[in-house]
């Protein structure tokens, strides 16, 4: 099935580049990586805040007893957190509210465009020890064989002064990258998160699986089950960056798991054991679903299929990660609070998902389905 990079890239982008997107994965040890309070209380600012990460930074910090600052334009959400210290500005020609501003470490959840990213560091050099700047897997250059790890060569553009994120989102994240390091030379840590699910994903890359296999019935699956997922729960994504600001660590580490990726049938028996419920699966076959026009990642969140060009995406090495302490709570977990979250939403955004197909068109495709196979049972 084909899957190409620049489709995968353009998704991620016009969805908020989420993806892109504490020891672990597959020993499913609980994750957080919260523990006792910290040694050193720390003195955070963060770039956002307010969005998907950003809650569950401010969220698992406060209790560890962390100062917080937060800097956005205070359109989203800016009713959280009213016990936090919030400063308004543009990342993009505005940052007069940082200005003279000492903070021990700067936690960047919003930067896309080199630039941008550039004028925040800049700033904040003098008057901050760590910049640790949220990336994306979609960095990498090449994702058609697994193991991909920190080191793997990384996308470019011809025009680096491009800041269409649409079209070169991996390209601009890794220009990023090195837009913060070059001005926090040895001072900069860089978080390369895979797929960022959990609750108050604003996707639904994830969700649609817990949401729909507790609505039961007969489930469309893709492929054979076996294909490998990768992605990281939002909790486990903000303790591991906590981490890093907390032993004050420098680097670049893939943050994603599990380890050896989660056979796609895992993750759905997962969110059938978290949620109940009487669904079964159908699980049908990549070309089937191409021929259907189910498209992987999107129409069957999650899933690459192994004959993709970005099968890579499901097994990313995270033994750097790993080693400074990532760890990855139970998927069970991660299905069973998605699910809750997803059910405090409005109705009108629980009625229609924004990743995965429409009860109608799943139908349509079952009945396909079943059509093919009864076709190839009835033929002599």
Known sequence: MTLSRRGLMKGAAALGSLWAMGCASTKESGGGGGGSA??????????GGTGFLGPALVELAQPRGHTLTLFNRGKTQPHLFPDVEKLQGDRDGNLKALEGRKWDAVIDTSGYVPRVVRASAELLAPNVEQYIFVSTISVYKDMANYGVDEDSPVATVEDEKTEDVSQHYGALKALSEKAAQAAMPGRAAVVRPGLIVGPGDPTDRFSYWPVRVARGGEVLAPGDGEDPVQFIDVKDLAAFILRLVETKDMGVYNATGPASGMPMRKLLEACKTANGGDASFTWADAAF????????????????????????????????????????????????????????????????????????????????????????????
Not at 38 to 47: D, H, N, T, V, Y
Not at 303 to 311: A, G, L, Q, V
Not at 339 to 347: D, G, H, S
Not at 366 to 380: D, F, I
Request: positive net charge.
């Open 38 to 47: 910290p040694a050193a209380k720390k003195k955070i600012l963060i770039l």
């Open 289 to 380: 679903l191409e021929e259907q026009k189910v498209r992987p990642w999107s129409d069957m969140p999650v899933w690459i299929p192994r004959s993709s060009e970005m099968k890579g995406m499901g097994r990313v090495s995270n033994a750097r990660a790993e080693a400074r302490g990532l760890t990855l709570r139970p998927v069970e977990d991660t299905a069973r609070d998605t699910l809750a979250w997803f059910k405090t939403q409005p109705a009108e955004r629980q009625a229609k998902m924004r990743s995965g197909l429409t009860p109608e068109r799943e139908r349509e495709v079952l009945a396909a389905w079943h059509q093919r196979q009864g076709s190839k049972a009835a033929a002599p």
